[in-house]
């Protein structure tokens, strides 16, 4: 099957007070219909960004795709006209944030934001417009819809403004739906919840899903597939089970190490990953990551690592993949990583 | 592969440790006075006041004449070597009148800024410090104070107490601190909730510890800049004042009463005689205007855009 | 809302008798007879006369109980210098021309000030941008009467575009209102400015963006109408702001408003009218602030005004 989105060696720069910051360095990742793609990593390490350079949302004065290619069925996003790029986003392509407190309007009715897309993509009337606002609040299980719609945000909870921001995604029935951070915001019974909506949502629409999360939990119950952002790189991708059983970057050790587990041995404490992502006003010549790896070589401060396909889908960027790198750290598989 | 078979070592990471750059730490007051010395405007500010201020001291000493000499048969003289700001009806050097009315002016400025001070801090800080149906008795009249049209209040109280320098800081001070008061008082209730400053009691952190390390550096930037924002408030106030001839009296002279007693020559044609005090009030407020505006964003990073 | 709604009244109710009370008592502890003039007393016997016509010559506390009853009247009281006329004849002749003159300044400072602001934010650090700075800090830094002066001189005596002063056409109303409105107009602009700005970051301007919404929409629906609600609080402020200015401006101007009438009776030293004029003043103010906090409430679902009690 054909890759419904393909995003091909992503950069894109801001211009900041300080000077220029390359927050996203040739990302590349594809996806397939239907299929759940999670772009994990640390805060500020460009998946946020990589996700709004998808819908074209990135502030217009200061940020910048300076590279690369986003096809969305062969269609190259990056060279589409705003206007045009305004006809896909909400119809084709939707996104919803991770705060709803802060993202939905606190001025107009939840009723008039569902339905304020529907009128802009589609050429029906207020009264059918309304009635797929009822529908969509149906569907992401908001009880009498009807009553809701004329009402305002102060008067929903944490987790129903989220599922009112998935509505709001939802309602034109786009192909992909982007979430950046959809549950960070909310109580673990409630992500719960809504992590249950995206996957009952998938199944009835058949929606490809991007989730941006820094959250291996989260990634565990929804992808299929898994891209480890770090400092504006992809360090690692590949469909979860290898992410999760094999994993071969460090640091995507290092974020599976860090997350709790039901099957863990209770005793051993978790184990952060130590130190603080690069500044990408100047990114290090070699591997970002290597100030904060316990295996990191000479090589990795001076050069930037090549891509290592260790499967057709499975692909890392580490030295360690160097077949000369194999003896540096003889007992590298016994330290328990 | 061009690269080297020797990297292939375990790095030595003393090297990137030294690489690093290191930023240095910067204390609440350095940042404030970092970011406002990037504020070339509120810069410019600073230092209109700061001259303006100088010359109040010592301008009335770079002309020869005194700011009460009358020469009525060189009266209405437009600004020339002699004279330079001219003279005003009965033959008064303006530019002696311009610098003694400036200390006068900024003196009713700053006083009646420096009491708002010292009562809205006290008044705000009780309130807030002691909280409860306290906070609640003491907000009530503050707000009921509030409701009180400022200029209405100060216009009566002059009526009532007479013009006069003291009377004018008085009035303008008796309403003037409830802005101060309730802004002290929303800082210290904020702090007293606050979950850092919890965290520190919680860590053993004394009190003066807290109110050096939280409650300076929360409070006192909000009120540097509410007093830069009360000073030109009182100047304008007692400009107004002047006009309704209940601001001081001669011999003393405001800019505010030689802006009144220049709004004839408008029509004279001795422009001179408005102009000068007038240019000085709007250039005063002006400064003091985008010295606060600067202040408040060197002291709050975060609202910076 | 109604609890609200009730609160605010009563407290309402509480600071305008205060400012009754104050005003009464202040006003009675001016030294010396209201009827001395130039520091001379007048014969005794005439004094006492006129003691007994204005009921002063009664205990303090008689005299502020028949006052009150004659506020809840709506008897603001005497003219002293002017009798036989009463402080309500002369509001009633004069209070229609500043709520004219006022009305109009308010209406214009609104109109260009929220339209400044706004254009300035969306251009934010353009050419627009810097104008509208420099017009909101001039009409915060130059006095009202710098700018009438400035008016009369060029608008009228110069270009003869307007009259000089004085009160009768719509022309007549030009000036004075521009004076007026300046400050107030600047207040509003940048408000709004800076509103519009901070609007134009927040979370769900970009969820607007992630619809496909066109721009203007944005902007409109959801910005618009946002950074304008909280310029409805600032109107209690600026409807305090232009009565203030009229003072000044009515007199300059020679028009026959209230504020001319009040700043006669500072000068002449006329009691009861200084008194009954800022009690209708503090009334008025009072009472729009009120009437503004209520639409506030209303308009603006995110106050739930029920709520807020305690």
């Known amino acids: 099957m054909s890759n419904l989105l393909q995003v091909e060696n992503l950069h894109v720069t801001f211009q900041t007070h300080g000077g220029e910051v390359k927050a996203v360095r040739g990302v590349s990742f594809s996806l397939k219909k239907g299929e759940t793609l999670a772009i994990v990593g640390e805060s500020g390490c460009g998946k946020s960004v990589t996700a709004r350079s998808v819908m074209r949302l990135i502030p217009e004065h200061t940020g910048k795709i300076t590279d690369g290619r986003i096809l969305l069925d062969g269609l190259d996003l990056c060279k589409l006209t705003e206007r045009e790029m305004r006809e896909l986003r909400g119809s084709k392509i939707s996104m919803i944030f991770q705060d709803a ?22 050429k029906i009337s207020r009264r059918q417009a309304r009635a797929q606002a009822i529908e969509m609040l149906n569907l992401v299980g908001i009880a009498n819809p009807e009553r809701r719609l004329k009402q305002y945000l102060h008067e929903f909870s944490g987790g129903m403004r989220q599922r009112i921001m998935i509505a709001i995604a939802l309602v034109c029935r786009p192909a992909i739906l982007i979430a950046d951070e959809p549950t960070t915001a909310l109580d673990v019974t409630i992500q719960a919840q809504i992590l249950e909506l995206f996957k009952s949502i998938q199944k009835k629409t058949g929606i490809s899903i991007i989730i941006i999360t820094h959250d291996m939990g989260v990634v565990a119950k929804l992808a299929d597939k898994v891209s480890v952002m770090y400092a504006g790189k992809v360090v690692e991708s590949g469909p979860i089970r290898q992410i999760f059983y094999d994993p071969q970057h460090p640091y995507t050790k290092g974020l599976l190490a860090s997350m709790p587990r039901l099957d863990d041995d209770r005793s051993q404490p978790l184990r952060p990953i130590p130190g603080t992502p690069p500044d990408l006003f100047a990114p290090p010549a070699g591997c970002a990551f290597a100030a904060r790896c316990d295996y990191a070589l000479e090589v990795c401060r001076l050069h930037q690592p090549d891509v290592t396909d260790l499967t057709h889908e499975h692909h890392v960027s580490c030295w360690l993949q160097d077949p000369r790198a194999k003896n540096v750290f003889p007992l590298q598989t016994a330290t328990g990583l | 592969m061009a690269v080297s078979n020797d990297l292939f070592v375990q790095m030595n990471k003393e090297i990137l440790h030294a690489e690093a750059i290191v930023r240095p730490k910067l204390s609440f007051w350095q940042g404030a006075w970092l970011r406002l010395r990037q504020n070339k405007l509120a810069l410019g500010g600073m230092l209109i006041i700061l001259v303006i201020a100088i010359l109040a001291l010592i301008g009335s000493s770079l002309t020869p004449y005194s700011y009460t000499e009358q020469k009525l048969l060189d009266s209405n003289q437009a600004p020339s070597a002699e004279h330079w700001f001219g003279t005003d009806e009965l033959g008064r050097d303006v530019f002696a009148r311009i610098w003694y009315g400036a200390r006068i002016s900024l003196f009713i400025g700053v006083m009646a800024a420096l009491i708002d001070l010292c009562i809205g801090v006290i008044y705000g800080g009780l309130a807030g410090y002691l909280g409860g149906n306290t906070d609640n008795v003491m907000m009530r009249i503050a707000d009921i104070l509030y409701g009180i049209p400022y200029l209405l209040m100060v216009i009566l109280l002059m009526v009532v107490m007479g013009p006069g320098l003291d009377t004018i800081i008085i009035a ?23 979950e850092y400053v919890l965290a520190a009691r919680t860590l053993g952190a004394k009190v003066p510890y807290i109110i050096r390390k ?3 550096p929360n409070t006192l930037g909000i009120i540097i800049v509410q007093v830069t924002f009360s000073v030109p408030t009182a100047i304008f106030a007692e400009a107004f004042l002047s006009f309704l001839g209940l601001g001081v009296q001669p011999p003393l002279a405001s800019w505010g009463v030689m802006a009144n007693d220049g709004i004839p020559s408008i029509l004279s044609g001795h422009w001179w005689r408005l102009f000068f005090p007038a240019f000085f009030i709007s250039l005063t407020m002006l400064a003091f205007n985008v010295l606060g505006d600067g202040l408040r964003d060197a002291f709050d990073p975060r609202q910076r855009r | 809302m109604l609890p609200y709604i009730m609160k605010r009244f009563v407290s309402m109710i509480i600071t305008l008798w205060l400012i009754v009370t104050v005003t009464f008592f202040l006003m009675h502890s001016v030294p010396g007879s209201p009827f001395d003039r130039d520091g001379k007393a007048l014969p005794a016997a005439v004094e006492k006369n006129l003691m007994a016509l204005y009921q002063l010559d009664k205990p303090l506390s008689v005299q502020y109980v028949s006052y009150l009853k004659s506020l809840v009247q709506f008897e603001l009281g005497p003219s002293i210098i002017r009798a036989p006329e009463t402080v ?16 109009v300044a308010l209406t214009f400072a609104i109109i260009a000030g929220v339209a400044l602001g706004v254009v300035a934010a969306l251009r934010h650090n353009k050419l627009i941008d810097y104008v509208a700075t420099v017009v909101s800090v001039i009409g915060i830094a130059v006095p009202s009467f710098v700018v009438a002066a400035l008016l009369i001189k060029y608008m009228a005596v110069e270009w003869k575009l307007f009259p000089v002063a004085t009160w009768g056409t719509w022309k007549h109303i030009v000036l004075p ?13 940048r408000f709004t400015r800076a509103n519009m700005l901070d609007v134009l970051t927040q979370d769900y301007m970009e969820t607007a963006r992630a619809k496909g919404l066109a721009p203007w929409v944005i902007i409109v629906k959801h910005g618009l109408r946002n950074s304008l609600l909280p310029v409805i609080t600032l109107v209690g402020a600026l409807i305090a702001n232009v009565l203030t200015g009229s003072f000044v401006i009515e007199k300059i101007f020679a028009i026959p408003g209230m504020g001319k009438y009040f700043v006669d009776s500072i000068y002449n030293r006329d009691y009861t009218v200084i008194m009954g004029t800022t009690v209708f003043y503090s009334i008025l103010l009072i009472f729009m602030m009120f009437v503004v906090d209520v639409l506030y409430g209303i308009v603006d679902p995110r106050i739930k005004l029920h709520k807020k009690e305690g």
């Open chain 1, 101 to 122: 407190m802060t993202s939905l309007n606190p001025t107009i009715s939840i009723g008039e934001q569902i339905m304020e897309g529907i009128i802009r993509h589609q």
């Open chain 2, 172 to 194: 303008l001070s008796a309403t003037g601190w409830i802005g101060m008061a309730r802004i002290v008082r929303g800082q210290v209730l904020q702090l007293k909730s606050s």
């Open chain 2, 214 to 216: 939280h409650l300076l």
């Open chain 3, 88 to 103: 309500n004849d002369m509001l009633g002749r004069s209070f229609p021309v500043s709520a004219k003159l006022g009305a």
């Open chain 3, 177 to 189: 209102a521009l004076a007026l409105s300046f400050g107030p107009l600047a207040i509003i602009a």
